[in-house]
């Protein structure tokens, strides 16, 4: 676990932040607003935890298991986010191709008992399933705004 000692720098900013590596960029570039997006995905998902511990039992607990697996694995992605490719060590935990492979086993495993859906579900019905409604949004938003990173830094080269 990263542990901070303060939540500011106390340097001020300009309006700019470093990323991990030591490079300043504006606080809006889409770098930023990547892990930044990631960061309030763990937040939403955060949330959604706290909602589900009020009712515990054994399908809880393994909400539980499965978001905060997905949260650390986030955090990962976030930090990866505020890397530049130039700046990353060999060392640092990426997201990779397996990572997909078990949020796919586990999509595939929660889906197979529910019947088929016959139009959209909107958010309401519980606390823990509108929370996990704003992170399916917020998770969206931040893959809209990884393929255009991913897009501009292909085009610069």
Do not use: W
Not at 22 to 44: A, F, H
Not at 80 to 86: D, N
Not at 140 to 153: F, H, I, T
């Amino acid at each position: 676990m990263v542990k901070i000692n303060k939540v500011y720098t106390r340097t001020g900013d300009g309006g700019n932040t470093s990323l991990v590596g030591g490079r300043k960029v504006s606080k809006d570039d889409l770098r930023v607003e990547c892990y930044g997006t990631i960061d309030e995905l763990i937040c939403v998902l955060g949330l959604a935890r706290a909602g589900n511990s009020e009712h515990p039992s054994a399908v809880s607990e393994d909400l539980d298991e499965m978001l905060g697996h997905f949260q650390g694995r986030l955090f990962n992605l976030g930090a990866e986010l505020a890397t530049l490719p130039e700046d990353r060590r060999e060392s640092a935990p990426a997201i990779n191709e397996s990572d997909v492979q078990n949020l796919e086993t586990m999509i595939d495993k929660l889906n197979a008992d529910l019947p088929p859906l016959d139009g959209f579900v909107l958010p309401g019905a519980a606390v823990v399933s509108a929370f996990l409604h704003q992170a399916r949004a917020v998770c969206r938003r931040a893959e809209r705004l990884v393929v255009s990173l991913e897009r501009r830094e292909r085009e610069a080269g």
